[in-house]
């Protein structure tokens, strides 16, 4: 996102003559696709970057804690009245501890 703001002030401050601004018709291009594909292509959280998506590994733990049997990938434990292990990252693995009551 740096960079597409770069790219734009740079073509917003650059000035065809001293003391006057004229943008050329290159630079209004090339600044409306920067902020066209920043517009269209950008996503935070990234998904090429293997991170899971929140709301389908809930709903996957909603259905263990109610079958009481694991659906990958969460995985339970019985002890204390049930707890469901929701994987935040694939690798390294690392969960979340929710307690299924929490889970209703």
Known sequence: PVLFLLTAL???VDRDAPGRWRPRALELVAAGLAVASMAVG?????RSSGELRWRPVVA???RACATGRPVPPV???RAGGGTAF???DPRPVWAVE????KLD
Do not use: E, N, Q
Not at 42 to 46: L, V
């Open 10 to 12: 740079l073509a917003a």
């Open 42 to 46: 950008y996503a935070a959280p990234h």
């Open 60 to 62: 996957k733990a909603r």
């Open 75 to 77: 995985t339970l434990r």
């Open 86 to 88: 929701l994987p935040i």
């Open 98 to 101: 929710v307690g299924c009551a």
